[in-house]
T-cell receptor, first 114, second 111 residues
């Protein structure tokens, strides 16, 4: 069964609104989680590293004020896309490493901004 | 910087073997991974290999690692139509759980 759960699976929102995506590790604690973005027919690009109890680390070119990350507990990280615009439409997917190396991914969230 | 390269497309007939190839650049990667992604879905971890191994077999899947050439391959025996998907190889960055992905290989299985 799934070891990382992501919610929602898909969301449609209006331009200018904010959307929150949750990522939960189900049967293990994850002090670190990762958020990726995937454009259609492309690979996954790492956006940021979510750290429990401290600030997230963002990859170069990713706007931290646009993509707010909160690692509220050892099993939950959230990504909030603020003031979403159509160009933010994408597939967002999180991962959590178990035992330090087994990287398990959530089901992904398809965001469409209209 | 780190880079992972894959061929983009592979077409095989049902029952044949499929071999998907990948090259990577980070020689310090301890683990290398293969993921499967079906349309509109997340990533399914298929298998991984520790860098001190040459080969790992798991049912129909065989992973070969040539560390000298930084070449990784995934062989799927007796390929089925349900194996049609995009396959990503990925390398870990200093065992942080952070992964660098290849572009993905689309596997098409013809009946």
């Amino acid at each position: 069964g799934a070891v990382v759960s992501q919610h929602p699976s898909w969301v449609i929102c209006k331009s200018g609104t904010s959307v929150k995506i949750e990522c939960r590790s189900l049967d293990f604690q994850a002090t670190t989680m990762f958020w990726y973005r995937q454009f259609p027919k492309q690979s996954l690009m790492l956006m940021a590293t979510s750290n429990e109890g401290s600030k997230a680390t963002y990859e170069q070119g990713v706007e931290k004020d646009k993509f707010l990350i909160n690692h509220a507990s050892l099993t939950l990280s959230t990504l909030t896309v603020t003031s979403a615009h159509p160009e933010d439409s994408s597939f967002y997917i999180c991962s959590a490493p178990r035992d330090g190396f087994e990287a398990f991914f959530g089901q992904g969230t398809r965001l469409t901004v209209v | 910087g780190e880079d992972v390269e894959q061929s983009l497309f592979l077409s095989v007939r049902e029952g044949d073997s499929s071999v998907i190839n990948c090259t990577y650049t980070d020689s310090s990667s301890t683990y290398l991974y293969w993921y499967k992604q079906e349309p509109g879905a997340g990533l399914q971890l298929l298998t991984y290999i520790f860098s001190n191994m040459d080969m790992k077999q798991d049912q129909r899947l065989t992973v070969l690692l040539n560390k000298k050439d930084k070449h990784l391959s995934l062989r799927i025996a007796d390929t089925q139509t349900g194996d049609s998907a995009i396959y990503f190889c990925a390398e870990s960055i200093s065992n942080t759980g952070k992964l660098i992905f290849g572009q993905g290989t689309t596997l098409q299985v013809k009946p």
